[in-house]
């Protein structure tokens, strides 16, 4: 599953910062989850619950951030609105709009302790 190795890199990179950081354990993550990335949040939470077993990340809570998406439209030069990939522009309606947010999966913080 697609879900899973998300999650696993994920775990990886949480758990490798709260040990740089000196901390005994993950509290809390929080990740930025784009509305047109391929990616079920339910199905993200589903996999972090099984990968955080036996990490630091233990029973620590995932909170997941919805980022709307939003392109470049080359024709009407301004930054707009985007309900799909490659979707249309609202504004002219042309499909030269370029994808700038909505794309992504990242951690946007975490609570260490
Ligand atoms: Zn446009």
Redesign the pocket.
């Known amino acids: 599953m697609h879900e899973m190795s998300l999650m696993e890199s994920v775990i990886d990179i949480v758990c490798e910062t709260a040990r740089k950081n000196g901390a005994t354990r993950v509290k809390a993550v929080r990740l930025d989850v784009g509305v047109l990335s391929h990616v079920d949040p339910d199905a993200l939470l589903f996999c972090y619950e099984a990968v955080r077993h036996g990490t630091m990340a233990d029973g620590a809570p995932l909170e997941i951030n919805r980022v709307a998406g939003e392109g470049w439209?080359l024709?009407?030069g301004k930054t707009?609105a985007l309900e799909q990939r490659f979707g249309a522009?609202p504004?002219?309606g042309?499909h030269r709009?370029q994808m700038t947010a909505g794309d992504e999966l990242k951690i946007r913080d975490m609570e260490v302790v």
């Open positions: 439209c024709d009407c707009v522009c504004h002219c042309q709009v």
